[in-house]
DNA sequence: ACCTGAACACCGTTCAAGT
DNA sequence: ACCTGAACACCGTTCAAGT
């Protein structure tokens, strides 16, 4: 674990690890059979941090998905490009069997019927880690050789250094052939990763939410 | 190309390539920078092959969009694994950019806001590229060592006997850890890719569509 | 400008042999 | 049951040397 936080998913070799436990890259194998199940261990691990947002309420289930979400992804954010080994497996440890079945329990509290809850569970899942995937990517490090992960250092200068600097690429594509993207610069280089993380949850909730039929409001509600 | 669509991404390593062209690993590095470059001009090449579902129309844009995305999804699905590589990052090949140009001024003419159409080409290309992502390690066929790919062998029957032993799998779960889980091992295991696909979809345009504010409908159309 | 052979510094996994 | 050294069959990239 601390060699996957401090380098990340590619410098998790065989060799690596045997090497941070003091022996040869072999002896792993009578642990586990192949660095898929090392690596799937680890991510349950991972997942297991996870504090799902209690109980499922009826009244505040978008509320909850949406916490979940961005617990989610605060937490791989926390652990370099792991979310890479959970993109396209349904993870089916333990803790990743609570996480599902904690976030069916609330779609279902609100009104969601069982298949958009079903459907709505792999959909959120993916938003999650393809979101969170991309975002890891955005910290790498590269120095001297050496991978590093840091997920603090983009201070609000850099980023808005970057931003711009993409602006000005997309003012200088050709205006004939691309008019659109050029005069979009700005809203395509405006928000930061949270605010971008935000609006997509809230498409997506929304989305989830238009396929509930909305129940007759009591006459006095209290 | 025709390595990649056979033997999937992993398999186009340096050394494959310069064996197919009769050549050394060592001759590539005269016409590329990294391997990175050449997957990228291959991304490109193959992003060139969707044709956009015509000029944009306000009053079709939901229907295009979704269109876009279903053409996109097909073609992916055509090359194996190459979305793999077009994951986390902002594509910005020439055929990659005449897409955006194009996606974006669909949700212009919409209606959608500017800020939310920046937005949504992220969360719809996010879509699509994930989606593509997990449906490709599905086609993924060991035989003999060599890995193949193949969209076309998941015949329904298949399909069906998967779906089957993955529902089994669910409803044998501890009943008292996992109630929902097991209670819903039908939803869970129903539908093929085609019908997520278009739930996710139909999920993210509606998101997309609620942020506009319907137009005051005319006394008499036509 | 383009190509080459050979090498460097790595991989995951296997396997016979040990304790 | 667990561990080991050595090997196998690979990687991407570099570099001096060639045309």
Redesign the interface.
Same mark, same amino acid.
């Given at each position: 674990l601390p060699l996957l936080d401090a380098e990340g998913l590619d410098a998790l070799t065989m060799r690596r690890v045997a090497e941070e436990l003091g022996t040869g890259p072999a002896s792993l194998y009578a642990h586990v059979a192949h660095k898929e199940d090392l690596v799937a261990a680890l991510l349950d691990r991972i997942i297991g941090e996870l504090e799902l947002p209690g109980e499922p309420d009826s009244k505040r289930w978008q509320e909850q998905v949406k916490e979940f979400a961005r617990r989610s992804r605060a937490i791989y954010g926390r652990h370099a490009d792991i979310v890479r080994a959970s *993109?396209?497996?349904i993870p089916s440890g333990d803790n990743a069997?609570?996480m *599902?079945?904690w976030l #069916?329990?609330v779609l #279902?509290a609100g009104g969601v019927s069982?298949?958009?809850?079903?459907?709505?569970v792999?959909?959120l899942g993916?938003?999650i880690?393809? %979101?969170a995937? =991309?975002e890891s990517?955005e910290e790498l490090q590269h120095a001297g050789g050496e991978v590093h992960w840091s997920r603090h250092d983009r201070d609000p200068t850099t980023l808005a250094a970057f931003q711009e600097e993409v602006r000005d690429w997309f003012e200088t #594509?050709p205006a004939d052939?691309?008019? %659109?993207?050029v005069s979009?610069a &700005?809203? #395509?280089t405006?928000?930061d990763d949270d605010e971008?993380f935000e609006? &997509?949850l =809230?498409?997506?909730?929304?989305? *989830?939410a238009?396929t509930v039929s909305e129940p007759r409001r009591k006459r006095r509600s209290r």
């Open positions: *993109i396209g497996s069997l609570h *599902i079945e #069916l329990s #279902l069982p298949q958009v809850a079903a459907w709505g792999d959909i993916l938003y880690t393809a %979101t995937y =991309e990517l #594509l052939r691309y008019p %659109t993207l979009m &700005g809203p #395509l405006t928000g971008r609006f &997509g =809230e498409v997506l909730v929304r989305g *989830i238009s």
